[in-house]
């Protein structure tokens, strides 16, 4: 593990329940990652939910991050690609990628399910297959041609263009066009087989917070091989640059009293055995509470933590700013050294991305 970043879902209450509303919630979210960056955080991504008062639409949020901090990496895990207008999010992400000076990482997906009930429908979209897998599949690959400056359209008639600039019938690609944006794109993977499919896209591997499998396997072990397939499939692909890979945690430090607790029974000693979209068996990762000593043990002995360059935890960013930045200082000063963490601010300067 070189480098380690929140993960925040961004809930948020509503209708008058007890807690921070979306207002409240996006603002401590921002000081949460200003203060990461001073700690040498190296990362702060977002999750992406629609029709659900957590986090939606990550764009404002991670500009906002940007223009505030120097050396924190700012993302999402992940963008729901069957919510998506594809150009319009390529165009997007440039500006980000350009205004981020190498600090993005832009993880998309299939998506997770939803509360709506095919909730792309409302936003314009339809999909031949019931979860929306293939039009995901498809905007993605549109996505991907537009960042890789591929032509979208063609040129009007000539006195029909306002401004005048190309002769009718020439390619366009999208603007503003980031060079090697391709290098910062993430692909949300629950399954080995579509680990496999981001390497041959050529993106980089952000492993779910869950995997879509359960042979008795930890979730450690089978992201691991999740990891291991990923890597052949990129060396067989003959891509010309190192691919990142992500795994996320949900990680807690216990150094005080208030901490155990916060956080002492949230402790579970074996990962649990879910379904998703009725059918799907699936493995969901255990929660780790305690001294740092006994989480160094046991995190170095998950073999997904070993096997992968960046570590995402994921933070309860509804107990607000004091409670997390917390988290994030016993972690990083207590438990990630022995991992062998490299904070965001060691030897670099303003903009350097993550390598």
Not at 33 to 56: C, L, M, S, T, W
Not at 67 to 81: F, L, N, P, Q, S
Not at 196 to 202: E, I, P
Not at 304 to 315: H, K
């Amino acid at each position: 593990m070189k480098a380690f970043g929140f993960l925040s879902f961004g809930h948020h209450a509503v209708g008058g329940k007890r807690g921070m509303d979306a207002r409240e919630n996006l603002h401590s979210q921002l000081e949460i990652a200003k203060a990461a960056d001073e700690i040498g955080v190296n990362g702060a991504y977002f999750r992406v939910h629609h029709f659900a008062p957590q986090g939606a639409a990550p764009m404002p949020m991670l500009a906002a991050i940007i223009g505030a901090t120097k050396h924190i990496e700012v993302g999402t895990g992940v963008i729901d690609m069957r919510y998506e207008n594809p150009f319009y999010l390529a165009e997007e992400a440039a500006a980000l990628d350009l205004l981020a000076d190498g600090r993005l990482a832009l993880g998309v997906s299939r998506g997770s399910p939803e509360p709506a009930k095919k909730g792309w429908q409302a936003f314009g979209y339809a999909a031949q297959t019931e979860n929306g897998a293939d039009m995901a599949r498809e905007k993605f690959e549109l996505f991907l041609a537009a960042i890789r400056g591929h032509a979208i359209a063609e040129a009007n008639a000539l006195e029909e263009q306002y401004p005048r600039m190309y002769q009718p019938g020439t390619p366009l690609p999208i603007f503003p066009h980031s060079p090697n944006l391709e290098q910062r794109v993430w692909w949300g993977s629950g399954t080995n087989a579509s680990a496999v499919q981001a390497a041959r896209d050529g993106v980089n591997l952000m492993s779910s917070t869950l995997v879509s499998e359960a042979d008795g396997s930890s979730l450690g072990e089978l992201q691991a091989e999740q990891i291991r397939v990923y890597r052949e499939a990129w060396k067989a692909a003959g891509h010309d640059w190192t691919p990142r890979v992500s795994v996320s945690r949900s990680i807690f430090p216990i150094l005080s009293a208030d901490d155990r607790k916060l956080f002492g029974l949230l402790a579970s000693d074996k990962d649990e055995i879910g379904y998703i979209e009725g059918a799907t068996k699936t493995t969901f990762g255990r929660t780790y509470a305690a001294e740092p000593d006994v989480l160094i043990e046991q995190l170095q002995a998950d073999p997904a933590i070993a096997a992968a360059d960046t570590l995402m935890i994921t933070i309860p960013n509804q107990l607000g700013v004091d409670t997390n930045v917390r988290i994030l200082q016993n972690f990083a000063e207590h438990v990630a050294p022995a991992l062998g963490w490299i904070p965001a601010t060691a030897g670099l300067t303003e903009g350097d991305p993550i390598q």
